[in-house]
């Protein structure tokens, strides 16, 4: 009896300090800093590319190098007409930011964009400077007006074509497997074990059209989709040993993300437009030009210089992981006051 009451002590013993030290990793007492806890993790940002990111790089680059102008596009409603949601009423199976991936997308790709999606913004601020609210420059006299913001006939370029669409299908379980194994001596009290495996296929789909915004003309559809994979591994063991019992589980699984998988498409049929607008004869083209080391086009989008920095600040630094990260690049960590 006394035997057992001490492993009993031992076990809450080894329970209270448990208990005590998962308590100190988050109190309700704020520390020095101001915050009960920090954070975990400091993976750098990094760019989000599919495998089409680099072709449509290379479109832009071709462009630059034949000076090719695409016309202007907009890009209206790339909408979810899937109608999936998780079931415990959290959201939406899909993405619904597949207008930006496409915005994003065609900045690579070089093509000039017009906003159309959200100008919220810029609707304000015409309606004030309609009626003479809003200045560009600040008065040079104490308690004196500015001038006000004129309004220009034909200052908003307008579009040429514009994108619109949705993805279309969400498929679950196109085809499934799995095997699952146990095996052990039969004696209650000897050593078994297990070993099981599972793998699955879903897809998604998406249909993109592009229409003239002057005619209203459907002059470029495309329609894709693309498979996702999971896959899931679990081990096993069961055994006494010297009178304890051992029930040891582990696993792994992984799931192509899915909307990874959408960007994926989106930038698929963006290439496929864009070729199209830039009438380049295929992927061979860019085996056929030297790529600018002052470019302001590259996997995580394009932009306009505001100064002649392109030799410090361009598209090829903005992909760089370690740029502007404090604890990866050495400009930032010496400069921190």
């Known amino acids: 009896m006394a ?114 999606f959200d100008t919220s913004v810029s609707e304000l601020e015409l309606k004030y400077a309609n009626n003479k609210l809003i200045s560009d420059n600040p008065s040079q006299q104490p308690d004196m007006p500015a001038e006000y913001r004129r309004i220009l006939a034909g200052q908003v370029p307008g579009s040429d074509f514009y994108i619109a669409g949705g993805i279309t299908e969400l498929n679950y379980n196109i085809r499934s497997s799995g095997v699952d194994v146990a095996g052990g001596d039969p004696t209650p009290t000897d050593f078994k074990g297990r070993l099981g495996g599972r793998s699955f296929v879903m897809n998604v789909g998406l249909d993109l059209r592009m229409i003239n915004t002057r005619t209203l003309e459907v002059v470029d559809v495309i329609s894709y989709q693309k498979q996702v994979v999971g896959r899931e591994v679990s081990l096993g063991v069961f055994d006494f040993w010297n009178g304890n019992l051992f029930d040891i589980s582990a696993g792994t699984g992984a799931l192509e993300p899915l909307q990874l998988a959408v960007r994926g498409l989106v930038e698929r049929a963006v290439v496929e437009m864009t070729a199209n607008l830039y009438g380049m004869p295929g992927p061979e083209a860019c085996m056929t030009y030297d790529p600018l080391n002052a470019s302001t086009v590259g996997l995580t989008g394009a932009y306009i210089p505001a100064y002649n920095n392109l030799d410090q600040n361009n598209a090829q630094t903005r992909e760089d992981p370690s740029r502007w990260h404090s604890g990866r690049d050495g400009a930032v960590r010496r400069g921190r006051f």
């Open 3 to 116: 035997i057992k009451f001490l492993k009993q002590s031992r076990v809450a013993a080894l329970l209270a300090t448990t208990a005590m030290a998962l308590s100190a990793c988050a109190t309700p007492v704020a520390g020095p800093s101001g915050n009960y806890a920090s954070p975990i993790g400091n993976s750098a940002v990094t760019p989000n590319p599919t495998p089409y990111s680099a072709a449509l790089v290379c479109q832009a680059n071709y462009a630059r190098q034949h000076q090719l102008t695409a016309p202007r596009i907009a890009v209206g409603r790339i909408a979810d007409y899937t109608g999936k949601a998780e079931a415990d009423g959290s959201g939406r199976k899909i993405t619904q930011g597949a207008s930006l991936m496409a915005m994003s997308a065609l900045a690579k790709a070089g093509v000039p964009l017009v906003e159309r």
